[in-house]
Each structure stands twice: as structure tokens, then as C-alpha cells.
């Protein structure tokens, strides 16, 4: 049985980091840090505009000499953000993360945001399914199960 985005949700919690568009990158690095996340999604009211992840910052930021106190979100944020379905599985979810070259999806349902994943959430979820499988092979094999 396949794991879905909204089984990884479940067991992760719905938690989403966010901040405003107007907010300095310098808050952004905080909720980094405060929160030990890689990415905060960029927020108008409820409405998804953008995402910032330390990839982000680095190049816009770091390599541009900017200075992330005088810096808006909206000029370093990723506007073009890859979403996805509760509905999809993980395996899909990390095809689309290496095709797009991104390691954050945000979950949606319709419009509204209900959760996000990292690429080190998904790889634990394949882990923990293929130690299962194994698992339950070895008591086939032994004669346990």
C-alpha cells in the first residue's frame, strides 16, 4: 500500500511556517532558525503568492551582497510554487521534487494550505515503508508471521 502526502500529514501535523510578503528576509532567517525548517511559505492572508527556503536566501542574498534586513521576501521569494495533493504518494511527490529541482511542496486542498512537505520528510516515510516490507518478509521467511 502506497503512502499518501495526506498520511505523511497526518502522522507530521499540518504546521506551516509562514510570513507575509512585506516581511524583511531577515524575519525569514529567524523563523529558519526558531523553527528548524529549510523554507516558509510567502502568505497573503490565505492565499499562496510564494516560497523562500535557505536556497534562497543564499543566492539572492548572500551572493548578491543584498542585505537581508533591507530586503522584502517579494524580492527574493520562488513565486511559481509546485504544489501538490493530500491524495498524492510519496513516490510521485519525489519524482516532481527532482524533476522541478525543489525540496519543499506545499499540500493544498482547492485553494487553502494544509500542510508542507520537505524532501527529507518523504525519504523517511520510503524508509519506514521498505523497513516494514522487510519486516514482514523476514516473518514470512522465519516462519513468525
Known sequence: MQTTIGDLLKRK???VRSVRANNSVFEVVHQFIEHNV??????DGAQLIG????????????????????????EIMTKDVVC???EASVEECLALMTNKRVRH???T????????VSIG?????MLS???????QLEGYITGRV
Open 84 to 86: 501538490v495533493r493530500p
Open 13 to 15: 501535523g499540518g504546521v
Open 51 to 74: 516560497i523562500v527556503s535557505e536556497r534562497d536566501v543564499a543566492r539572492n542574498i548572500v551572493l548578491e551582497t543584498k542585505t537581508e534586513r533591507e530586503t522584502a521576501v517579494t
Open 109 to 116: 486542498e482547492g485553494s487553502r494550505v494544509i500542510g508542507i
Open 38 to 43: 529549510g523554507a516558509v511559505l510567502v502568505m
Open 105 to 107: 511542496l506545499p499540500v
Open 129 to 135: 515503508q521498505k523497513q516494514f516490507v522487510i519486516e
Open 121 to 125: 520528510d518523504l525519504v523517511n516515510a
